[in-house]
C-alpha cells in the first residue's frame, strides 16, 4: 500500500515539475540578428507569467559582436516589473550575473544561446501577471559589442520592449519588431509540489479505505443431498 502511494505522489510531482514555459522566442534559424547595447545601459522584454511559480531557467541569445575590441564587463539577468515610457520600473528578481565568458560569439550558426540557472534567492512570479526581462550590462565598456539576438516571434512592438539609455532613469521604447530572443521556464513553488504529493498521497489512501471498509459478501454453499 504504502509503494503504491508513494508512486502515486511521484507521478503527480513529476507531472507538474516538469515546467511552464512562459516566453519562447528561440529559433535555431535565427543566426545572428542581435541589437547591441550601444548606449543602452538595459534592454526589457515583456511576458506574461501564466500560471506563475519560480523562475527554474532563462536561456538567452547573449553574444560578443565580431571585430573590433572584445566586450569587457558584466551583465546582469533581471525580472522588473512596472516598465513603461517615462517610468523608472522595478527589480522583482535578481537572477544571474555573468561576464564574457558567459556569452556566445558572433558568427556562430545557429545563434549561439546559454542557459542560465538562478543565482540567488527564488521569488515567485504571480499567476496572471506581467512582468519584464532585462538584461543590464553593468561597469562595461565597448558597449557596441555586446548584443541580444532578435527572435523569430511577434514579441516586439511599442509596449512589449523597451530600453534604458546610459543617461537617463526612465524607459523608453525601441523599435524591435520580433522582440528579443529568449527562453523562460517556470516550475511551482516547493510548498505546491508538496501540498500536490500529499494530495495524490491522501486520494490513495482514501481509495484503499473504501475498499478495505466495503463489506465482505459472504458465498453461500448448498447442501450436497445424497441420491
Excluded at 33 to 46: I, L, P, R, W
Excluded at 50 to 71: H, S, V, Y
Excluded at 190 to 214: F, H, Q, S
Aim: glycine fraction near 18%.
Amino acid at each position: 500500500m504504502r509503494g503504491m502511494l508513494l508512486g502515486l505522489a511521484v507521478m503527480v510531482l513529476g507531472d507538474v515539475a516538469r515546467g511552464d514555459v512562459v516566453y519562447d522566442n528561440l529559433s535555431s534559424v535565427n543566426t545572428t540578428n542581435g541589437y547591441g547595447f550601444g548606449n543602452h545601459k538595459a534592454y526589457a522584454q515583456k511576458f506574461s507569467s501564466g500560471a506563475g511559480g519560480q523562475i527554474a531557467t532563462i536561456k538567452l541569445n547573449l553574444f560578443e559582436a565580431a571585430g573590433g575590441a572584445t566586450w569587457s564587463g558584466t551583465f546582469n539577468i533581471q525580472i522588473w516589473t512596472n516598465i513603461a515610457v517615462g517610468q523608472a520600473g522595478s527589480v522583482f528578481l535578481d537572477f544571474y550575473q555573468g561576464t564574457q565568458a558567459n556569452i556566445g560569439t558572433d558568427g556562430a550558426a545557429p545563434s549561439p544561446t546559454y542557459t542560465y540557472n538562478l543565482g540567488g534567492s527564488n521569488t515567485a512570479l504571480a499567476a496572471g501577471n506581467d512582468y519584464f526581462l532585462v538584461v543590464t550590462r553593468v561597469g562595461a565598456t565597448n558597449g557596441n559589442q555586446l548584443d541580444w539576438g532578435a527572435g523569430p516571434g511577434n514579441f516586439g512592438g511599442g509596449s512589449n520592449v523597451f530600453g534604458l539609455l546610459n543617461a537617463d532613469s526612465t524607459w523608453t521604447t525601441v523599435n524591435i519588431a520580433n522582440g528579443f530572443g529568449a527562453e523562460i521556464v517556470t516550475v511551482p513553488e516547493p510548498g505546491t509540489l508538496l501540498l500536490g504529493g500529499i494530495a495524490a498521497a491522501c486520494g490513495g489512501g482514501g481509495v484503499w479505505w473504501r475498499r478495505k471498509r466495503k463489506p465482505q459478501v459472504a458465498e453461500t454453499v448448498e447442501p450436497v443431498t445424497a441420491v
